[in-house]
């Protein structure tokens, strides 16, 4: 069995006790897992911009199809009035977003974005870019997570508003666990309101597959530097190269999910913890599930939601749909 020395400068920041139990709880179960939420990190945020940009990964590309190509059916579907309140959960850098704003910034008399995210470097990346782009935008961005950006704008009063869930992040959790998130998103909007979703929808198999497996290899890196991160800000000694990334698609499911690999037996070490780990068993990273059409419109009458209008890239592979909350 392989083992790491511990280190004698083990000491966990008060800032990321929240960071070291969700770790903790994650890997102390049967099958490991540890929560995708975190690899965002300055070099996560890096590594995820150019998986968005490798020629496997068809996500990006066919959304910003959408907004890019559809901005002028988009924009009176998402408009409330002559004042625009549109908030985003997960913003990223807004690249995509941006034809929809700047549609919107010509068209109406005042937008306000209000960009939900848990990366601050790319809230502040995202700032800087629309602040030169579209001057005439008013920007209220939130550092955080989701539903706590939610709270604070509903405490702020009862604008009505429309909700930007995009870049298929729906498929970043379980099916049972997206119709909680819809209901709970539900609970902090008024009736009328609205939530713009997007959604990956089943295709060819080996598509979906290529995209979550790239061949310059930007999806390993990505998995691994969560280990590199908690290393850094956790004071683990994970050793990256006794781990190695695997993916797998199941088509009968719609469920893609992203594991790391041990290569070999051998103990990874906390300063309150050791997590051992055998050869070959995995942590589970990230699930990216496909919808078909039919499951996406269950879910909005489910969930507090009726469908409004559904936006197609030009091959049928991704959708954007409206809903209003009843």
Not at 63 to 73: A, G, M, T
Not at 263 to 279: G, R
Not at 286 to 309: C, N, R, W
């Amino acid at each position: 069995m392989y083992m790491l020395s511990k280190r004698d400068d083990s000491s966990t920041s008060p800032v990321n006790r929240n960071f070291y139990d969700d770790v903790m709880c994650g890997l102390r179960q049967t099958e490991k897992s540890l929560p995708s939420k975190y690899f965002y990190d300055a070099q996560g945020d890096v590594l995820f911009q150019q998986i968005m940009h490798c020629p496997e990964y068809y996500l990006t590309r066919c959304e910003e199809e959408i907004l890019r190509e559809q901005r002028e059916d988009l924009a009176p579907c998402v408009s409330l009035g002559d004042d625009v309140t549109l908030v985003e959960l997960g913003a990223g850098d807004g690249s995509k977003t941006f034809h929809l704003l700047q549609c919107l910034v010509s068209n109406y008399k005042h937008v306000t974005y209000h960009p939900i995210d848990i990366s601050s470097h790319i809230l502040k990346h995202l700032e800087a870019d629309l602040g030169n782009k579209l001057p005439e935008l008013s920007i209220d961005s939130y550092h955080g997570d989701y539903f706590e950006g939610l709270a604070a704008l509903q405490q702020q009063g009862h604008t009505p508003k429309v909700v930007l869930f995009l870049g298929a992040n729906i498929g970043n959790m379980p099916k049972a666990e997206a119709m909680q998130f819809c209901i709970r998103m539900r609970s902090f909007l008024n009736k009328g309101d609205k939530v713009l979703i997007g959604f990956d929808l089943v295709k060819n198999p080996r598509i979906i597959q290529a995209a979550y497996d790239d061949e310059a290899g930007l999806t390993r890196r990505f998995n691994i530097n969560l280990l590199t991160r908690m290393n850094r800000e956790l004071d683990a000694d994970f050793n990256e190269e006794l781990f190695e990334h695997y993916c797998h698609y199941d088509p009968t499911s719609g469920t893609c999910s992203s594991y790391l690999v041990s290569l070999l037996e051998h103990t990874v070490l906390f300063p309150e913890d050791e997590i051992h780990f055998d050869k070959g068993e995995l942590i589970h990273m990230e699930v990216s599930q496909k919808y078909l059409p039919s499951e996406i419109d269950h879910m909005a009458s489910e969930t507090g939601f009726a469908p409004v209008k559904t936006f197609t890239d030009k091959r049928g592979w991704f959708v954007d749909v409206l809903w209003e909350a009843k």
